[in-house]
T-cell receptor, first 115, second 116 residues
Framework: AQTVTQSQPEMSVQEAETVTLSCTYD???????LFWYKQPPSRQMILVIR??????QNATENRFSVNFQKAAKSFSLKISDSQLGDAAMYFCAYLPAYNNNDMRFGAGTRLTVKP | NAGVTQTPKFQVLKTGQSMTLQCAQD?????MYWYRQDPGMGLRLIYY???????DKGEVPNGYNVSRLNKREFSLRLESAAPSQTSVYFCASNEGPRGLSSYEQYFGPGTRLTVT
């Protein structure tokens, strides 16, 4: 079974600074998708960024970017110019291409942004 | 578009009681999912419906049943609630295997369930 590990239960960052959240995963598949979801206190799960494993280029969405290291099975999220609204739980998720119904989530990282 | 809606938002049950969590989506998605979220464990898949008329077990199906009522609605039933089922429950949907964005799941706001 695929597993997703987020080794940082909590992280904090100063407003306007940069922070990196870590994620590793275990799989024998070569074709899959990786996601970062944000969950603010409202509980709503919001997709932040998505990476296809077959793409070598790292995905970027405005202030959010990933460092995807396929050989190392690592998928970290970098948040630049952190804002107070970035404070939330962040979940890393893995989805195998052969079964796009079997999404696996990490345990989450709680990000605090200090003013 | 309301997206994915869930009812109720909060519920307290006594051990042994039954209840049904309702989920509906208005995005014409083929696939729907039920997850539970527990502290320190992230989200785990309970059941899913890849298309109307089909349902399959996920990672943690014991103690639950589901019904895909039609393309829009997917309900989760607890027949005899237990304290171990205290959790936050999320419904999600996606376009399904034929969709161009078939890999993105859209989530409802969640239901916080407490079983005493």
């Amino acid at each position: 079974a695929q597993t997703v590990t987020q080794s940082q239960p909590e992280m904090s960052v100063q407003e306007a600074e940069t922070v990196t959240l870590s994620c590793t995963y275990d799989t024998s598949e070569s074709d899959y998708y990786l996601f970062w979801y944000k969950q603010p206190p409202s509980r709503q799960m919001i997709l932040v960024i998505r990476q296809e494993a077959y793409k070598q280029q790292n995905a970027t969405e405005n202030r959010f970017s990933v460092n995807f290291q396929k050989a190392a099975k690592s998928f970290s999220l970098k948040i630049s110019d952190s804002q107070l609204g970035d404070a939330a739980m962040y979940f890393c998720a893995y989805l195998p291409a052969y079964n796009n119904n079997d999404m696996r989530f990490g345990a989450g990282t709680r990000l605090t942004v200090k003013p | 578009n309301a997206g994915v809606t869930q009812t109720p938002k909060f519920q307290v049950l006594k051990t042994g009681q039954s209840m049904t969590l309702q989920c509906a989506q208005d995005m014409n998605h083929n696939s729907m999912y039920w997850y539970r979220q527990d502290p320190g464990m992230g989200l785990r898949l309970i059941y899913y419906s890849a298309s109307e008329g089909t349902t399959d077990k996920g990672e943690v199906p014991n103690g639950y049943n589901v019904s895909r009522l039609n393309k829009r609605e997917f309900s989760l039933r607890l027949e005899s609630a237990a304290p171990s089922q205290t959790s936050v429950y999320f419904c999600a949907s996606n376009e399904g295997p034929r969709g161009l964005s078939s890999y993105e799941q859209y989530f409802g706001p969640g239901t916080r369930l407490t079983v005493t």
